[in-house]
Nanobody
Framework: QVQLQESGGGLVQAGGSLRLSCAAS????????MGWFRQAPGKEREFVGG????????YYTDSVKGRFTISRDNAKNTVYLQMNSLKPEDTAVYYC????????????????????WGQGTQVTVSS
């Protein structure tokens, strides 16, 4: 069982930055690939970025490449999402996700493949 708790969301102006954190419970964090998803009102939950269990590989959706960076600290059971050059279209609830996998990440993580979800944190980008 893994419990995930996001933090760091808030209101920011376009062009600004935020860093989201996701703290995980349990002693098997390093066995899990971690991802960030987001869901805007009226839209489906979409993949943002993912990082492999050992932190070696990452993958991002095209709309955030070059602006967002995902990282993890397995000693602290925490995964991060650094978001720079934020745009109004980045406004959404951001969810931390865990999948029990040690495979590299070379493609988007699927919603149906996620084992655990966090509660979500709101990110609002004003224009």
């Amino acid at each position: 069982q893994v419990q995930l708790q996001e933090s760091g969301g808030g209101l920011v102006q376009a062009g600004g930055s935020l860093r989201l954190s996701c703290a995980a419970s349990g002693r098997t964090f390093s066995s899990y690939a971690m991802g960030w998803f987001r869901q805007a009102p009226g839209k489906e939950r979409e993949f943002v970025g993912g990082i492999s269990s050992g932190g070696i590989t990452t993958y991002y959706t095209d709309s955030v490449k070059g602006r967002f960076t995902i990282s993890r600290d397995n000693a602290k059971n925490t995964v991060y999402l650094q978001m720079n050059s934020l745009k109004p279209e980045d406004t959404a609830v951001y969810y931390c996700a865990a999948r029990n996998s040690r495979l590299p990440i070379y493609q988007p993580m699927r919603v149906s493949a996620i084992d655990y979800w966090g509660q979500g944190t709101q990110v609002t980008v004003s224009s």
